[in-house]
């Protein structure tokens, strides 16, 4: 059986962010630029692993370092999370249909069980 190649995941945003630990470091880059010794003492991870993930990162354009003197500050790249955005917002509006037909089968499920509650119905 022929497998499918798989992109690299220094080259491909997705690939990159389907790795738990780098979406955290992404999701504690979201507010503000954080030095590496930040990263790891929040997220507890070893400082080699951190910089493995931030390299990562880095190199499909998720995040954007600057040294500040011998420190490097990180920081997401908001642009480059457009696409993972655009893509994963296709799947909002059947998010919302999924939800308001649930809501539906409650609400029939409600009125079936008590049908006085309904103030457009006659009571009998």
Same mark, same amino acid.
């Given at each position: 059986m $022929?497998?499918? $190649? !798989?992109?690299?995941?220094?080259?491909? #945003?997705?690939n990159a962010v389907a790795?738990?630990? %780098?979406?955290?470091? &992404?999701?504690? &880059?979201?507010d503000r630029e954080r030095p590496v010794g930040e990263?790891?003492?929040?997220?507890?991870?070893? /400082?080699p692993s951190v910089s493995k993930h931030l390299k990562v990162l880095h190199e499909v354009g998720l995040v954007r370092m %600057? %040294? /500040?003197? !011998?420190?490097? &500050?990180?920081r997401t790249e908001a642009a480059a999370l457009r696409p993972l955005h655009e893509w994963t917002g296709q799947f909002e509006r059947f998010w919302r249909q999924q939800l308001s037909?649930?809501? *539906?089968?409650?609400? #029939?499920?409600? *009125?079936?069980l008590n049908p006085t509650t309904n103030p457009n119905k006659e009571n009998l």
């Open positions: $022929a497998s499918m $190649a !798989r992109a690299a995941t220094t080259s491909d #945003a997705f790795e738990p630990r %780098r979406r955290a470091i &992404l999701r504690f &880059l979201a990263i790891v003492a929040a997220l507890k991870l070893e /400082q %600057r %040294r /500040q003197g !011998r420190c490097k &500050l990180y037909r649930v809501k *539906e089968r409650a609400e #029939a499920k409600m *009125e079936a």
